[in-house]
């Protein structure tokens, strides 16, 4: 059974890479001696991944990336080193990826990521503005200054030139009409 998935693996992956290659293949002796690599590597990528599943995989991307880079590998060298040096990469370049993703599979963080859209904001911004043009002059100076631009009680106080009591007066009753005009 291995034999069969480790053929049609190889095709698969000579098909792949072949679409993505404007050079020429690689000969049939590179892809016997890739066959003959992949128990080798299939062992090595169950010791690293801990998975048979997560080591076929490995191996399957090691094939396609060595396939696809068949020119780089140089005849007479180590293609056993080769390859498991690519394994290896390929191994722990999805461990730092994985190290980066975050499980979320009951959709949490990612609505806590969602952005809500702004049309809503924009009719409510026009609604609290017709609220605020509703209000009293003098009530609406003082929720300005002390609401909107941050001033103390004191500070809008001396501006307006009132006592501190009637700016509190004015901002208590300026916030309960606008809580009346917005229906909250």
């Not at 994985?98 to 911004?125: C, N, S, T």
């Amino acid at each position: 059974m291995h034999a069969n998935w480790e053929q049609s693996s190889i095709a698969f992956q000579s098909r792949s890479a072949a679409s993505r290659m404007a050079t020429t293949l690689p000969s049939d002796d590179f892809r016997d001696d890739l066959i003959s690599e992949i128990k080798n590597l299939r062992a090595f990528a169950v010791s690293l991944s801990g998975s048979v599943s997560a080591a076929d995989d490995l191996v399957q991307e090691t094939l396609l990336r060595a396939w696809s880079k068949s020119e780089q590998f140089r005849v007479g060298t180590n293609l056993k080193a080769w390859l498991l040096t690519i394994l290896r990469n390929v191994f722990y370049s999805s461990c730092r990826k994985r190290a980066r993703e975050v499980q979320d599979g009951d959709g949490v963080y990612a609505g806590r990521l969602a952005v809500p859209g702004d049309q809503e904001g924009h009719v409510d911004l026009q609604d609290f503005r017709r609220a605020l043009a509703k209000l009293p002059a003098d009530q609406r100076e003082v929720l300005i200054l002390v609401c909107a631009s941050g001033h103390t009680y004191e500070e809008a106080a001396a501006i307006c030139q009132v006592e501190l009591g009637t700016v509190k007066s004015r901002v208590n009753r300026a916030r309960l009409k606008l809580i009346k005009l917005l229906d909250l």
